[in-house]
C-alpha cells in the first residue's frame, strides 16, 4: 500500500521514513507508528488530523461535500434505496439482488420482538427519564440477553448480532417513548415496512386502528437513510475503541448511544428546537446570531458547522428537499419552522458564518422534519440512534473479521514530575 514515504527529522537530527499509504479514492495518509520506536508520539487533540483505522464502508471528502457508502452517493442511495437495503450495503457491501433483499426484510422482520424480561427493566425506569438515558441503559441490558450465546470472531454470529439490533432498536425506541406516556407498549407488526412498524409502534394504542400516511412513512424511511453511516465519527470511534477490548457488541452499541447523546454530537437535532424555541420569534433572531458570534459567549447556533464538511452537508441538501414536501403535504404550520426558515437565511448571508465555513447540517432539517411528524423531541436522538445501528455494527464488523489491537491512545503529559513525598 506504502508507494512512498515521508521523512521527519526530529530535533536529534535523526531522520525517520514515514510510509505514505496511499487509499483506493481520496487523501493519502502518513502511517506515524513507526514512530514509538523513536520514542516519540504525535499529539492531535480531537483526531483532527488522525486516521484511526483503515476502512471499506464510508467514504467523506469534507470540502467537496461528498459522502459515499460502499461507493454510492447518498443521494443516490436516498433516491433510488431505502433504508433496509442501505442497511444490508453497509454490512455486506454490494446491493442486493431481489431475492437477497426479500431475505434480508424478513430476516430483519422476524427479529423484532424483544424478550418479554426486558419490558420488567422498564419499570426501574422515572416516567420523565431522559429515553436516550433508557436506551443506554435498555440496549446494554441486550446483553445480559445474548452474550455466552455469541462468539464475536463467528462471522455468523456477527450477522446474527447486527440483524438482532437493527431488528430490536426501533421497538426498544419506541418503548422508551410508551413509557413515558404510560401506554401500553405495541408489539411490533412484520406486515409494516420498518418506518412504518416504527410508527405504529411510536403512535398505535391497542384501543383504536392507527392509519400511517405514506408521506410520513417515506420521510421516517429518508431520516433513517441519510443517519445509516458517517465513517468514524465520534460515536462510531466509541464503538470501535470499546469492541477494540473484545466487549460483547450490544454492550459496544450501548456505549455508542452514550457518545451520540451529546448535543455537538448526535444530540444537535434535539437542541436545534430547544434553540429555536428559545428564540421564540424571527425579531430575536439579530440577538441570538450576536451570542453565537460572541468568542465570550458559549452559546452556538445549534444545527450548524460540520466536523468534517467545510464546503456543505449532501445529507442536509437531500433532506432540506423531503423536509419541504413533508411540510407542505402535512399542511404544518410551526411556528417555529417561521424562525428555522430566516435563521438559515440570515447565518448563510452573515460573513462570520461564510469565513468560518459554518452551515446548516443534516440536524437542522431532521429536528424539523421529526417536529413536524409529531415525534416529542427528546426521541430525536433516539432516532439517530435506530438509524446509526447499521453503521456502527458494520464497523464493528468490519474490525472484529481482521486482526486487531486493543485501541489504546497515548498523551502529552503535563502535570506534576516525579516528587517525594514529605512526612
Ligand atoms: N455557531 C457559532 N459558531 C460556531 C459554530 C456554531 N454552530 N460551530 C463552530 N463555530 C465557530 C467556532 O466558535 C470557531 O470559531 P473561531 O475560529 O472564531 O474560534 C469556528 O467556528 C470553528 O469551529 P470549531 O468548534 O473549531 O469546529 P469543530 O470542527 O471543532 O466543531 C461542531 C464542529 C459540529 C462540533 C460545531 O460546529 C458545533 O458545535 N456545531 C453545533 C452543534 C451541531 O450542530 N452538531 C451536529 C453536527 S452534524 C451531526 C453529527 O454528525 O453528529
Aim: charge should be negative; glycine fraction near 8%.
Amino acid at each position: 500500500m506504502a508507494e512512498k514515504n515521508a521523512t521527519l527529522t526530529l530535533p536529534t537530527g535523526e531522520v525517520i521514513d514515514l510510509p505514505v499509504l496511499k487509499g483506493s479514492y481520496g487523501p493519502d495518509v502518513i502511517d506515524v507508528s513507526g514512530l514509538l520506536n523513536a520514542g516519540y508520539f504525535t499529539y492531535d487533540p480531537g483526531f483532527m488530523s488522525t486516521a484511526a483505522t483503515e476502512s471499506k464502508i464510508t467514504f467523506i471528502d469534507g470540502n467537496q461535500g461528498v459522502l459515499l457508502h460502499r461507493g454510492y452517493s447518498i443521494e443516490e442511495l436516498a433516491e433510488h434505496s431505502d433504508f433496509l437495503e442501505t442497511c444490508f450495503l453497509l454490512w455486506y457491501g454490494f446491493l442486493p439482488a431481489k431475492q437477497e433483499k426479500i431475505e434480508f426484510v424478513s430476516n430483519i422482520t422476524r427479529h423484532t420482538m424483544v424478550h418479554e424480561s426486558l419490558a420488567h427493566f422498564f419499570d426501574g425506569f422515572h416516567h420523565n427519564a431522559h429515553p436516550m438515558a433508557m436506551m443506554c441503559g435498555a440496549v446494554g441490558a441486550l446483553s445480559a440477553f445474548y452474550h455466552d450465546v455469541m462468539d464475536i470472531r463467528s462471522e455468523r454470529d456477527r450477522e446474527i448480532a447486527a440483524h438482532r439490533l437493527v431488528a430490536k432498536m426501533p421497538t426498544l425506541a419506541a418503548m422508551c417513548y410508551k413509557h413515558s406516556l404510560g401506554q401500553p407498549f405495541m408489539y411490533p407488526r412484520n406486515d409494516l415496512s420498518y418506518a412504518a412498524n416504527f410508527l405504529y409502534m411510536m403512535f398505535g394504542t391497542p384501543c383504536e386502528e392507527y392509519r400511517i400516511s405514506k408521506a410520513v412513512e417515506s420521510a421516517m424511511d429518508k431520516i433513517f437513510l441519510l443517519h445509516a453511516d458517517h465513517e468514524q465519527n465520534a460515536s462510531t470511534s466509541t464503538v470501535r475503541l470499546a469492541g477494540s477490548t473484545g466487549a460483547n457488541p450490544f454492550a459496544c452499541i450501548s456505549s455508542g448511544i452514550a457518545a451520540l447523546w451529546g448535543p455537538a454530537h448526535g444530540g444537535a437535532n434535539e437542541a436545534v428546537l430547544v434553540m429555536l424555541e428559545e428564540i421564540g420569534s424571527v425579531e430575536n433572531i439579530p440577538m441570538f446570531i450576536d451570542k453565537a458570534k460572541d468568542p465570550d459567549d458559549p452559546f452556538k447556533l445549534m444545527g450548524f458547522g460540520h466536523r468534517v464538511y467545510k464546503n456543505f452537508d449532501p445529507r442536509a441538501k437531500v433532506i432540506k428537499a423531503s423536509c419541504d414536501a413533508v411540510l407542505a403535504e402535512l399542511g404544518v404550520t410551526d411556528p417555529r419552522l417561521a424562525v428555522a426558515m430566516e435563521l438559515e437565511r440570515i447565518a448563510l448571508s452573515d460573513p462570520y458564518f461564510a469565513d468560518r465555513k459554518l452551515f446548516p447540517n443534516v440536524d437542522f432539517y431532521s429536528g424539523i422534519i421529526l417536529s413536524a411528524i409529531g415525534i416529542p423531541t427528546s426521541m430525536f436522538t433516539v432516532i439517530f440512534a435506530v438509524a446509526r445501528t447499521i453503521g456502527w455494527m458494520s464497523h464493528w464488523d468490519e474490525m472484529s473479521s481482521e486482526s486487531y489491537k486493543i485501541g489504546r491512545p497515548r498523551q502529552l503529559y503535563t502535570g506534576e514530575p516525579p516528587r517525594s513525598y514529605k512526612l
